[in-house]
């Protein structure tokens, strides 16, 4: 069964940094996206950061030039590089990472999902 696995969660000081990891039992670099996206308690899911082909990425402006996604194809990694968090950065972080298979049909992968607390 496919999986993608998040790690790397915590409790960090405002103004602190963490680094979240994905990864799979796939090969991550055959999805057409992978991204990181966040739920904060009583909000919805939200897209955070996402990676196409590679190259191409896309951030929520609540965190444009704070966070840093990056994928490393030989560890089959998928990173989210968090810096001068804040307390509304504190939500459950999910990965995932999507590929469209014929014009019908969509693989659409989450993981478990880690919890991000930033608080002093």
């Known amino acids: 069964q496919v999986q993608l696995v998040e790690s790397g969660g915590g409790l960090a000081q405002p103004g602190g940094s963490m680094r979240l990891s994905c990864t799979s039992s796939?090969?991550?670099?055959?999805?057409?996206?992978v991204g990181w996206y966040r739920q904060a308690p009583g909000k919805e899911r939200e897209s955070v950061a996402i990676i196409t082909d590679g190259i191409t990425t896309i951030y929520a402006g609540s965190v444009k030039g704070r966070f840093t996604i990056s994928r490393d194809n030989a560890k089959n990694m998928v990173y989210l590089q968090m810096n001068n968090l804040k307390p509304e950065d504190t939500a459950v972080y999910y990965c995932?990472?999507?590929?469209?298979?014929?014009?019908?049909?969509?693989?659409?992968?989450w993981g478990q999902g880690t919890l991000v607390t930033v608080s002093s």
């Open positions: 995932n990472a999507k590929r469209q298979v014929s014009i019908e049909a969509a693989v659409d992968l």
């Open positions: 796939r090969t991550l670099s055959r999805f057409d996206s």
